[in-house]
C-alpha cells in the first residue's frame, strides 16, 4: 500500500508568514510523529499523536507550532509568524502501536521550508 | 528530557572493514534504541532496533549491542560496501514510545 506522504515537498515563504504543512500516514497507523531536522543535524521531536488520547506537545519549540489531527487520518503542522530560523525538513512519521506495543515507525519525505 | 549523544561525527573506512558507531544516552526510563540509515536527500530508515531487556541484537552484516548500566549502545557494521555509506541516527524513545530523541548523526564513507 501506499507509504508515509507528505505536502508540499518544498514551501518558500517570507519572514512573518505563516505556513501549514500536510502529513497523510499510513492507513490505520494510529501513531504520528512530527519531527524537525535542520540541514547537517539530526531529528527533533515536536509532536506525537496516539489514536485518540490527547497529543504529546512537548517537543514544540514555541507557542508559533501547533499541530492537529484527526482521529487516525490526516496531520497538519502550522507555523504561524515563520521566522528564518524555521528553516529546515519537517518530517512526519506514522506506525501502528496500540497500547506500549510498538511497530517501526515509517517516514515520509518531508516538506522542506525556506524562510527567507 | 533525554540527551542522546553520538559518536564520531564522521567516520571513513576502507570497503571490507568494519564500522562502529557510538552512542550515549542520559534518561535512565529510555528502553527502546532503534538505529536509522538516511542516504543523502532521503528519508530515514530504521536499519536495527534494540530494547532495554536484550544486551546484543544481529542482521546480517549489522549489530547492535546495548550496556545500559553504562547508559551506551553501538552499531557495527562488518564487510562495509560502498552502498552503506549514508548517515546513521541513533534514537532512544521510553516504554510508551511517546517521543524519540536522536543523535546528531554520523557520516559514514566507504571507500572502494
Known amino acids: 500500500g501506499a507509504g508515509v506522504s507528505q505536502s508540499p515537498s518544498n514551501k518558500v515563504t517570507e519572514k512573518g508568514k505563516d505556513v501549514e504543512l500536510r502529513c497523510d500516514p499510513i492507513?490505520?497507523?494510529?501513531?504520528l510523529y512530527w519531527y524537525r531536522q535542520r540541514l547537517g543535524q539530526g531529528l527533533e521531536f515536536l509532536i506525537y499523536f496516539q489514536g485518540n488520547s490527547a497529543p504529546d506537545k512537548s517537543g514544540l519549540p514555541s507557542d508559533r507550532f501547533s499541530a492537529e489531527r484527526t482521529g487516525e487520518s490526516v496531520s497538519t503542522l502550522t507555523i504561524q509568524r515563520t521566522q528564518q530560523e524555521d528553516s529546515a525538513v519537517y518530517l512526519c512519521?506514522?506506525?501502528?502501536?496500540?497500547?506500549?506495543?510498538?511497530?517501526?515507525?515509517?517516514f515520509g519525505p518531508g516538506t522542506r521550508l525556506t524562510v527567507l | 528530557g533525554e540527551n542522546v549523544e553520538q559518536h564520531p561525527s564522521t567516520l571513513s573506512v576502507q570497503e571490507g572493514d568494519s564500522a562502529v558507531i557510538k552512542c550515549t544516552y542520559s534518561?535512565?526510563?529510555?528502553?527502546?534504541f532503534p538505529w536509522y540509515k538516511q542516504e543523502l536527500g532521503k528519508r530515514p530508515q530504521l536499519i536495527i532496533d534494540?530494547?532495554?531487556?536484550?544486551g546484543e541484537k544481529k542482521d546480517q552484516r549489522i549489530a547492535v549491542t546495548l550496556n545500559k548500566t553504562a547508559k551506551h549502545f553501538s552499531l557495527h557494521i562488518t564487510e562495509t560496501q560502498p552502498e552503506d555509506s549514508a548517515v546513521y541516527f541513533c534514537a532512544a524513545s521510553p516504554y510508551n514510545f511517546n517521543k524519540f530523541y536522536f543523535g546528531s548523526g554520523t557520516k559514514l564513507n566507504v571507500k572502494p
Open positions: 492507513s490505520g497507523h494510529t501513531a
Open positions: 534494540i530494547r532495554s531487556n536484550v
Open positions: 534518561d535512565s526510563a529510555s528502553n527502546y
Open positions: 512519521a506514522s506506525s501502528y502501536h496500540p497500547g506500549t506495543a510498538y511497530n517501526e515507525q515509517f
